[in-house]
Nanobody, 122 residues
């Protein structure tokens, strides 16, 4: 079992930055690929970014490429999402997830956090 707890969300203005964190329980964190997803009101949950077990490989949605950076610290059982140049369309609840496969699909992730709200508004 892996429990995930996100933090770092909030209300920011367009162009600002935020860093989300996701702390994982358990001693097998480094065995999981980690992903960030988001869900805006009235929309389906969508892929944002994912990172491989050791952190060597990362993939991003086109909508965030060049602005967001995913990273992980396996010694701290934590995955991060650095979000720069935020836009109003980035407003959503952000979820982290853990899975055995490095993928952009939501169905392959076994464990999910409760989500953290990010609101970008002037």
């Amino acid at each position: 079992q892996v429990q995930l707890v996100e933090s770092g969300g909030g209300l920011v203005q367009p162009g600002d930055s935020l860093r989300l964190s996701c702390a994982a329980s358990g001693r097998t964190f480094s065995s999981y690929a980690m992903g960030w997803f988001r869900q805006a009101p009235g929309k389906e949950r969508e892929f944002v970014a994912t990172i491989s077990f050791g952190g060597a490989r990362t993939y991003y949605a086109d909508s965030v490429k060049g602005r967001f950076t995913i990273s992980r610290d396996n010694a701290k059982n934590t995955v991060y999402l650095q979000m720069n140049s935020l836009k109003s369309e980035d407003t959503a609840v952000y979820y982290c997830a853990a899975g055995r496969v490095l993928t952009m699909g939501t169905r392959e992730y076994e464990y999910w956090g409760q989500g953290t709200q990010v609101t970008v508004s002037s």
